[in-house]
Each structure stands twice: as structure tokens, then as C-alpha cells.
């Protein structure tokens, strides 16, 4: 079983619809989570992290964490052609982002004008 | 957000030669610097983690003699790929973190391509 899964996708989804990406994770021992974008030939961006479970909203985007079914999930809304990218989970340890993290293999996120 | 960047962003070497990629932290001290391999159409796969002035400390499978990192200030580490063969080419990214940041802050990456 790998450490991070992700649906590799391809996922379309209308403009201006809601996008959802799944993720989820063997291990009960991590702490926290982060969420990537990753343009075609560009490095990951951090879109962003969450470490509580439920949501945590920033902007178009929300982060679901449920530790005890271990997944965690991005929403994003109202989505836009720009947000068409390879959507990267990650997870890492009690010390957040300041150690290694381990990646899925990512979603890739199309979004249909 | 705190700055990483990489040099150079891209190379092409023959096969047999050795290639330096350097990760620099522009305004912050980075205690720790993270080495990542992205294989087309895969995922980022951890290579090593070096500490400002000590060793660094290599995930399983990662030859340490073929990929030699260094990390002998707070703003700066080095990759060296050793004696590079086309299976090395891969798009190389370095993240960092310090102290003062909440996560860890990723290069725009260096693409090596060896013939």
C-alpha cells in the first residue's frame, strides 16, 4: 500500500463548477497534510496545509481532513481554466513542513471552458 | 513567502560527466534543505535531506556516491550528479526550510537532460 494515493485522473470539470481531489494515507501517524499545484515543466506551489480535522477555507480553496478515515480532500470553487494543473497531496510529520514530506502521484485537473 | 532558487534552470551534458546544482535561500537561513527527483508523469521523489554542516542523509535506494550533496552555509546546497547517464535525466527540485518559516519552500527546479 503506498503511504500517499491519489486518483492520477485525468479530472475534468466544467469552469465555474466545484472541483473535488481525494487523497488519502496509511499511516495514523501524521500529522499534517499539505496540498500542491503543480504546473506542466514548473516546481510544486503550495496552495495549502491543514493539521486539525474539518475545514480550513482559504479563498476559492478548502481542505477536509478526517484523521480517522484518513483522507484529506480540496475542494476548489468556481473553478477557472488557470486552475487546470497537476494537483499534488502531500503529508508530513509533527514538525508541519519543516521535515520531509511524502507525495502522492498527483491528480491531474482539467478544467473545460 | 520566502525565496529558493536554483542554478542553473536547466543543463544538457554528456554522458560520463558530473553536473553541480545549486539551491540558494535569498532571504532566509535554511537549517534544512530537501533533494527531490521528478521522473515525467511521476510524482516528487525524495533523494536526500542535508543539515547546515552535517552529513546528509540519503532515502533508500539513493546511491550516495553518485549524488553528492553538500550544505556548508545557510543559504546555500549543492547536488552533484557524478558520472551522469541518460537514466539520470530527470527534473531535479530542492525545497528549504528554516527556523523562522512554517513549511518548507520549494526552487523553480533545474531540468538535466544527459545524452
Known sequence: ???VEQNSGPLSVPEGAIASLNCTYSDRGSQSFFWYRQYS?????????????????????TAQLNKASQYVSLLIRD??????????????GSNFGNEKLTFGTG??????P | GAVVSQHPSWVICKSGTSVKIECRSLDFQATTMFWYRQFPKQSLMLMATSNEGSKATYEQGVEKDKFLINHASLTLS?????????????F????????????????????LTVL
Open chain 2, 78 to 90: 549543492t547536488l552533484t550528479v557524478t558520472s551522469a547517464h541518460p537514466e539520470d535525466s530527470s
Open chain 1, 107 to 112: 491528480t491531474r485537473l482539467t478544467i473545460i
Open chain 1, 1 to 3: 500500500q503506498k503511504e
Open chain 1, 41 to 61: 515543466g514548473k516546481s510544486p506551489e503550495l496552495i495549502m496545509f491543514i493539521y486539525s480535522n474539518g475545514d480550513k477555507e482559504d479563498g476559492r480553496f
Open chain 1, 79 to 92: 473553478s477557472q481554466p488557470s486552475d487546470s494543473a497537476t494537483y499534488l497531496c502531500a503529508r508530513g
Open chain 2, 92 to 111: 531535479y527540485i530542492c525545497s528549504a526550510t528554516g527556523t523562522n518559516t512554517d513549511t518548507q519552500y520549494f526552487g523553480p527546479g533545474t531540468r
